[in-house]
Protein backbone atom coordinates (compact mmCIF):
# COMPACT_ATOMS: atom_id res chain seq x y z
CA UNK A 1 0.00 0.00 0.00
CA UNK A 2 1.14 3.42 -1.09
CA UNK A 3 0.58 6.10 1.43
CA UNK A 4 0.18 9.49 1.09
CA UNK A 5 1.70 12.26 2.29
CA UNK A 6 1.10 13.76 5.33
CA UNK A 7 1.94 17.44 5.57
CA UNK A 8 1.74 19.90 8.92
CA UNK A 9 1.41 23.55 7.59
CA UNK A 10 1.56 26.26 9.62
CA UNK A 11 -0.71 29.01 8.48
CA UNK A 12 0.79 31.94 10.71
CA UNK A 13 -1.38 33.92 13.14
CA UNK A 14 -4.30 35.26 11.27
CA UNK A 15 -3.68 37.99 8.41
CA UNK A 16 -3.28 36.14 5.15
CA UNK A 17 -0.63 37.43 3.73
CA UNK A 18 1.54 36.07 6.75
CA UNK A 19 1.37 32.70 4.92
CA UNK A 20 5.19 31.79 3.74
CA UNK A 21 5.60 30.56 -0.12
CA UNK A 22 6.20 27.23 1.04
CA UNK A 23 2.65 27.16 3.19
CA UNK A 24 0.86 28.13 -0.03
CA UNK A 25 2.79 26.02 -2.78
CA UNK A 26 1.33 22.74 -0.38
CA UNK A 27 -1.75 23.67 0.57
CA UNK A 28 -2.68 24.54 -3.07
CA UNK A 29 -1.00 21.15 -4.07
CA UNK A 30 -2.91 18.03 -2.03
CA UNK A 31 -5.73 16.93 -2.59
CA UNK A 32 -7.34 16.96 0.74
CA UNK A 33 -7.23 19.85 3.50
CA UNK A 34 -7.42 18.89 7.15
CA UNK A 35 -9.31 21.45 8.65
CA UNK A 36 -9.18 21.64 12.23
CA UNK A 37 -12.48 23.50 14.06
CA UNK A 38 -12.86 23.62 17.87
CA UNK A 39 -16.74 22.19 17.75
CA UNK A 40 -19.03 20.72 15.13
CA UNK A 41 -20.91 23.89 14.63
CA UNK A 42 -17.92 26.15 14.63
CA UNK A 43 -15.90 27.47 12.01
CA UNK A 44 -12.23 26.82 10.95
CA UNK A 45 -9.66 29.95 11.77
CA UNK A 46 -6.96 28.02 9.75
CA UNK A 47 -9.15 28.03 6.72
CA UNK A 48 -10.75 31.43 7.55
CA UNK A 49 -6.84 32.52 7.32
CA UNK A 50 -6.14 30.32 3.82
CA UNK A 51 -8.85 31.07 2.16
CA UNK A 52 -7.88 34.53 0.69
CA UNK A 53 -5.18 32.85 -0.53
CA UNK A 54 -5.91 29.82 -1.74
CA UNK A 55 -9.02 30.02 -2.91
CA UNK A 56 -11.98 26.94 -3.15
CA UNK A 57 -10.61 24.60 -5.83
CA UNK A 58 -13.41 22.27 -6.57
CA UNK A 59 -10.88 19.32 -6.97
CA UNK A 60 -9.82 19.47 -3.66
CA UNK A 61 -11.30 17.77 -0.81
CA UNK A 62 -11.73 19.87 2.49
CA UNK A 63 -11.80 17.97 5.98
CA UNK A 64 -13.60 20.11 9.14
CA UNK A 65 -12.24 18.16 11.48
CA UNK A 66 -13.22 18.81 15.27
CA UNK A 67 -10.79 19.25 18.43
CA UNK A 68 -12.30 20.45 21.80
CA UNK A 69 -10.76 23.32 23.42
CA UNK A 70 -11.05 21.05 26.64
CA UNK A 71 -8.46 19.47 29.26
CA UNK A 72 -10.33 15.95 29.29
CA UNK A 73 -8.74 12.93 27.99
CA UNK A 74 -12.01 11.52 28.12
CA UNK A 75 -13.49 14.65 25.86
CA UNK A 76 -10.01 14.73 23.81
CA UNK A 77 -9.24 11.45 22.89
CA UNK A 78 -12.68 10.21 21.05
CA UNK A 79 -12.64 13.42 18.73
CA UNK A 80 -9.01 13.08 18.31
CA UNK A 81 -9.56 9.12 17.29
CA UNK A 82 -12.24 10.50 14.87
CA UNK A 83 -10.45 13.08 13.13
CA UNK A 84 -7.10 10.86 12.39
CA UNK A 85 -9.48 7.72 11.42
CA UNK A 86 -11.23 9.94 8.90
CA UNK A 87 -6.92 11.40 7.55
CA UNK A 88 -5.89 7.69 7.79
CA UNK A 89 -8.85 6.93 4.77
CA UNK A 90 -6.89 9.40 2.82
CA UNK A 91 -3.88 8.70 3.70
CA UNK A 92 -4.02 4.65 2.83
CA UNK A 93 -5.86 5.66 -0.40
CA UNK A 94 -2.80 7.18 -1.33
CA UNK A 95 -3.77 11.09 -1.09
CA UNK A 96 -1.58 13.19 0.47
CA UNK A 97 -2.85 15.14 3.19
CA UNK A 98 -1.95 18.81 4.45
CA UNK A 99 -2.89 19.27 8.27
CA UNK A 100 -3.69 23.21 8.26
CA UNK A 101 -2.83 24.63 11.64
CA UNK A 102 -3.04 28.05 13.48
CA UNK A 103 0.86 29.45 13.90
CA UNK A 104 3.50 27.09 13.75
CA UNK A 105 2.49 23.10 13.85
CA UNK A 106 5.48 22.93 16.59
CA UNK A 107 4.20 25.15 18.92
CA UNK A 108 1.02 23.99 20.81
CA UNK A 109 -0.62 22.60 17.96
CA UNK A 110 -2.64 20.24 17.26
CA UNK A 111 -0.61 18.97 14.58
CA UNK A 112 1.63 17.52 17.25
CA UNK A 113 -0.45 14.94 18.55
CA UNK A 114 -1.56 14.10 14.47
CA UNK A 115 2.77 13.69 14.06
CA UNK A 116 2.90 11.40 17.24
CA UNK A 117 0.00 9.63 15.76
CA UNK A 118 1.14 8.89 12.43
CA UNK A 119 3.85 6.61 12.74
CA UNK A 120 1.52 4.50 14.69
CA UNK A 121 -0.96 3.99 12.85
CA UNK A 122 0.49 4.34 9.33
CA UNK A 123 4.23 2.86 9.70
CA UNK A 124 6.75 4.10 7.24
CA UNK A 125 4.52 7.19 6.39
CA UNK A 126 6.15 10.25 5.52
CA UNK A 127 5.62 13.42 7.03
CA UNK A 128 6.89 16.68 6.49
CA UNK A 129 6.62 19.83 8.53
CA UNK A 130 6.22 23.57 6.90
CA UNK A 131 6.94 26.30 9.64
CA UNK A 132 4.55 29.31 9.82
CA UNK A 133 5.09 32.74 11.39
CA UNK A 134 4.05 32.30 15.45
CA UNK A 135 1.67 34.16 17.48
CA UNK A 136 4.81 35.30 19.23
CA UNK A 137 6.66 36.50 16.62
CA UNK A 138 3.60 38.24 15.18
CA UNK A 139 3.25 39.84 18.87
CA UNK A 140 6.59 40.97 19.29
CA UNK A 141 6.40 42.81 15.92
CA UNK A 142 3.19 44.23 16.63
CA UNK A 143 4.46 45.73 20.26
CA UNK A 144 7.99 46.18 18.63
CA UNK A 145 9.28 44.94 22.06
CA UNK A 146 12.15 42.56 21.35
CA UNK A 147 12.09 38.87 22.35
CA UNK A 148 15.77 38.67 23.26
CA UNK A 149 19.03 39.57 22.37
CA UNK A 150 22.47 38.33 23.26
CA UNK A 151 22.17 36.45 26.45
CA UNK A 152 18.66 37.29 27.33
CA UNK A 153 16.63 34.06 27.87
CA UNK A 154 13.10 33.64 27.27
CA UNK A 155 10.21 31.96 28.89
CA UNK A 156 6.62 30.62 27.40
CA UNK A 157 3.69 29.50 29.02
CA UNK A 158 0.23 28.40 28.39
CA UNK A 159 -1.53 30.81 30.99
CA UNK A 160 -4.82 28.65 31.14
CA UNK A 161 -2.95 25.68 32.06
CA UNK A 162 -2.48 27.41 35.21
CA UNK A 163 0.49 29.84 36.22
CA UNK A 164 1.54 28.48 39.93
CA UNK A 165 5.00 29.28 39.01
CA UNK A 166 4.71 32.61 37.37
CA UNK A 167 6.26 34.60 39.91
CA UNK A 168 9.90 32.27 39.89
CA UNK A 169 9.55 32.58 36.40
CA UNK A 170 9.17 36.74 36.03
CA UNK A 171 12.31 36.54 37.68
CA UNK A 172 14.38 34.64 36.32
CA UNK A 173 13.77 35.70 32.70
CA UNK A 174 14.23 38.62 30.68
CA UNK A 175 11.45 38.19 28.62
CA UNK A 176 7.74 36.06 29.62
CA UNK A 177 5.38 35.13 27.06
CA UNK A 178 2.22 34.22 28.44
CA UNK A 179 -0.17 32.29 26.06
CA UNK A 180 -3.90 31.36 26.12
CA UNK A 181 -4.75 33.80 28.47
CA UNK A 182 -8.15 32.27 29.23
CA UNK A 183 -9.75 33.58 32.65
CA UNK A 184 -6.13 33.58 34.06
CA UNK A 185 -5.89 37.65 33.18
CA UNK A 186 -6.49 38.54 37.05
CA UNK A 187 -4.18 36.16 38.54
CA UNK A 188 -1.92 37.40 35.77
CA UNK A 189 -2.22 40.97 37.04
CA UNK A 190 -1.82 40.12 40.11
CA UNK A 191 1.49 38.10 39.41
CA UNK A 192 2.76 41.36 38.05
CA UNK A 193 1.92 44.10 40.50
CA UNK A 194 4.04 42.02 42.73
CA UNK A 195 7.13 41.88 40.95
CA UNK A 196 6.51 45.54 39.69
CA UNK A 197 6.20 44.11 35.80
CA UNK A 198 2.68 45.65 35.45
CA UNK A 199 4.15 48.61 33.30
CA UNK A 200 6.52 45.96 31.34
CA UNK A 201 3.49 43.98 29.89
CA UNK A 202 1.33 44.40 27.30
CA UNK A 203 -1.99 42.66 26.46
CA UNK A 204 -2.19 41.54 23.42
CA UNK A 205 -5.22 40.16 21.51
CA UNK A 206 -6.10 38.17 17.79
CA UNK A 207 -2.72 39.38 16.13
CA UNK A 208 -2.25 40.46 12.59
CA UNK A 209 -6.31 39.62 12.23
CA UNK A 210 -8.70 42.19 11.81
CA UNK A 211 -10.25 42.31 15.29
CA UNK A 212 -6.45 42.65 16.83
CA UNK A 213 -6.45 44.60 20.28
CA UNK A 214 -3.35 45.64 21.61
CA UNK A 215 -3.60 47.06 25.78
CA UNK A 216 -0.72 48.55 27.08
CA UNK A 217 -1.85 50.11 30.36
CA UNK A 218 -2.59 46.19 31.08
CA UNK A 219 -5.00 47.22 34.60
CA UNK A 220 -7.08 48.35 31.43
CA UNK A 221 -7.59 45.08 30.62
CA UNK A 222 -8.17 43.54 34.18
CA UNK A 223 -11.23 42.25 33.49
CA UNK A 224 -10.82 40.76 29.70
CA UNK A 225 -11.59 37.32 28.95
CA UNK A 226 -8.98 36.73 26.19
CA UNK A 227 -9.35 33.63 24.42
CA UNK A 228 -6.79 31.29 22.91
CA UNK A 229 -5.45 34.18 21.05
CA UNK A 230 -4.89 36.30 23.49
CA UNK A 231 -1.40 36.68 25.19
CA UNK A 232 0.59 39.02 27.91
CA UNK A 233 4.55 39.66 26.69
CA UNK A 234 6.42 40.99 29.74
CA UNK A 235 10.00 42.45 29.04
CA UNK A 236 12.05 43.32 31.73
CA UNK A 237 15.21 44.93 29.86
CA UNK A 238 17.40 44.75 32.86
CA UNK A 239 20.38 44.02 31.36
CA UNK A 240 21.81 44.88 27.93
CA UNK A 241 21.70 41.51 25.91
CA UNK A 242 24.29 42.56 23.89
CA UNK A 243 26.86 43.78 26.76
CA UNK A 244 26.21 40.52 28.09
CA UNK A 245 26.33 40.30 32.07
CA UNK A 246 24.08 42.05 34.56
CA UNK A 247 25.13 45.56 33.05
CA UNK A 248 22.35 47.80 33.34
CA UNK A 249 20.60 49.16 30.20
CA UNK A 250 22.43 52.33 29.24
CA UNK A 251 21.67 54.23 25.41
CA UNK A 252 24.78 52.83 22.95
CA UNK A 253 25.10 56.44 22.27
CA UNK A 254 25.85 57.41 25.79
CA UNK A 255 28.45 54.56 25.96
CA UNK A 256 30.36 55.47 22.84
CA UNK A 257 30.58 59.02 24.59
CA UNK A 258 32.33 57.76 27.15
CA UNK A 259 34.98 56.59 25.75
Not at 196 to 219: C, H, Y
Not at 221 to 227: H, L, R
Amino acid sequence: MQLGTLYGVGVGPGAPDLLTLRAVNVLKSVPVLALPRSSDYGSSMAWKIIKPTIGENPDQERLFLTFPMKKDPAQLLPAWNKAFTEIGKHLEAGKSVAFATEGDPSLYSTFIYLGREAQQRWPGIKVEIVPGVSSINAVASITQIPLADGQERIAIIPANYGIEDLTRVLAEFDTTILMKIGSEMPNVLAALEQQGLTDKAVFVSKATMAEQNVVRNLREASGAYGDCFAMVIVSRKERNGVLGGDVEVTPLRALMEQE
